[in-house]
């Protein structure tokens, strides 16, 4: 599975998307699986900026959008037990997708160690998480 802002598609909370030729080469050895579990809790594009404090995802101007990040992770978890999937690319630091580091909740652009909500669930059912920024073994 790879966060489908990694693979070019504008889901992101700015309507914007990447494009990185590294992940989009991953396709020669695995089949790539976009999935934006952001869209697929119902958030819309574009959106407000949110980031995660605690166990508390909020938007910048202060709307509770937990509910929709966590009904997201459980749609992954779901399509990757489905479909099979043993690995995810997901965006770094971001408050679904991030891995090992997300901002901080203060709008500031600091980090703070921990993952986003959509990798901490996939992580605990053993699926392997990299990011645009640490691809592994993968290539």
């Known amino acids: ?24 080469a991953l396709s020669e050895n695995y089949d790539l699986h976009p999935f934006c579990p ?18 508390s995802i909020l ?9 929709e990040y966590r009904l997201g992770a459980k749609k992954a978890l779901d399509y990757c037990l489905k479909e099979d999937i043993r690995k995810a690319v997901l965006k770094s630091r971001s408050p679904s997708c991030g891995k090992g580091q997300i901002y ?11 993952h986003g909500v959509t990798a901490e669930l996939i992580l605990a059912h053993g699926i392997e998480v990299y990011t645009e920024e640490d691809l592994g073994g993968l290539k």
Do not use: H, W
């Open 59 to 67: 938007t910048k101007n202060g709307k509770d959008v937990s509910a």
């Open 1 to 24: 599975m790879v966060s489908s802002c990694l693979l070019g598609e504008k889901v992101r909370y700015d309507g914007e998307g990447f494009q990185y030729p590294e992940i989009l």
């Open 104 to 114: 901080d909740g203060t709008f500031t652009k600091t980090l703070t160690e921990g």
């Open 38 to 55: 952001e869209v697929s809790g119902g958030l819309s594009i574009p959106r407000p900026p949110a980031e995660r404090s605690g166990v």
